[in-house]
């Protein structure tokens, strides 16, 4: 049989040949889905879902400040290129009003920033404000690889079905 490009042989066959190249990449990347070790990200959620273990999501950063007159809990102010949140009133004392603050995106970026406030929002009387301490800092989402560890982590301490800590239970009982 003649199977040279532009043959009849070839040409029925080149299509149904595409198409089952085509599923043999589906199959695959469903059968590296199917695993914990090689799992995208979404499906690594998915699969660790099942035993209750989440992806870490990220915190804000929580900062000091002080202010020279008494400012409204939820105003608005920045410093450098990052926004804060009033949240609560702490005291009052000869440096100032001091208030906890939150920053307005989550991550470690706002972690290491102190420095002078500029208000968002208007406040009556506003001559100076300064972040002097990050108190809580922020944390970023927790990376694919180190949330794949961690449900690796859980998975080889946890008792079920006849794993290696199964049965090591099992024997000291």
């Known amino acids: 049989y003649d199977k040279r490009e532009g043959s009849e042989v070839y040409d029925s066959c080149a299509a149904a040949a595409l198409e089952i190249a085509n599923l043999y990449a589906a199959l695959q990347n469903m059968l590296d889905n ?4 090689t799992a995208q990200r979404e499906y690594l959620i998915r699969r660790a ?3 209750g273990i989440y992806p870490l999501e990220a915190t804000k950063a929580t900062v000091l400040a002080v202010f020279n007159c008494e400012i409204p809990i939820g105003n608005r102010f920045s410093c450098d290129v990052h926004s804060y949140t009033v949240t609560s009133y702490i005291r009052v004392d000869v440096d100032g009003y001091w208030y906890w603050m939150t920053a307005d995106t989550a991550g470690s970026a706002p972690n290491n920033t102190t420095g002078n406030l500029t208000p968002i929002d208007y406040v009556q009387d506003f001559r100076t404000g300064v972040i002097t301490d990050v108190l809580v800092v922020g944390r970023d989402e927790e990376s694919t690889e180190a949330f794949r560890q961690r449900y690796f ?3 080889a301490s946890e008792t079920y079905g006849g794993n290696r800590q199964d049965y090591l239970t099992r024997l000291t009982t």
Request: net charge neutral; charged share 40%; aromatic share 20%.
């Open 34 to 37: 199917a695993f914990a070790d």
């Open 49 to 51: 879902s099942e035993r």
């Open 153 to 155: 982590r859980f998975s």
